[in-house]
């Protein structure tokens, strides 16, 4: 989920996982670390509207966005490798979510994300 703001950008959220590995937060902070130290790109202004055009998921090109179609094609080949059947490819990891916070007794969690 996403919430539009009038000038069109999209903001989205996450919460934290207990796992560190697993946690979306703690991966996008290691990928802007990577990001902005390893791969050398200059740091925007906190101040400005520079992160804007900053490209979380890029493409070959790292200035244009990941095509939908290369976000659906990795993980449905990683699916195959697996042997998993699943139909929402891109949702596997949402409906994973849901799954865990049901088994764990927070089927409130659950209504919710339905």
């Known amino acids: 989920m996403g919430k539009t703001l009038g ?8 919460i934290r996982h207990k796992e ?3 946690c979306a937060q703690g991966a996008l902070g290691r990928w802007l670390i990577t990001h902005f130290t390893l791969e050398g790109e200059e740091f925007p202004s906190p101040t400005s509207d520079e992160w804007r055009k900053t490209v979380i998921w890029p493409a070959k090109d790292p200035t244009k966005p990941m095509s939908y179609q290369t ?10 490798r697996l042997q998993i059947t699943i139909d929402k490819v891109t949702h596997a ?3 994973y979510a849901a799954r865990a ?3 764990a007794g927070l089927s ?4 919710m994300a339905e």
């Open 7 to 14: 000038d069109g950008f999209q903001a989205k959220g996450a």
């Open 20 to 22: 560190p590995m697993l």
């Open 71 to 80: 976000h659906r094609n990795r993980p449905a080949a990683l699916y195959v």
């Open 93 to 95: 990891p949402r409906i």
């Open 101 to 103: 916070a049901e088994e």
């Open 108 to 111: 409130d969690v659950v209504s």
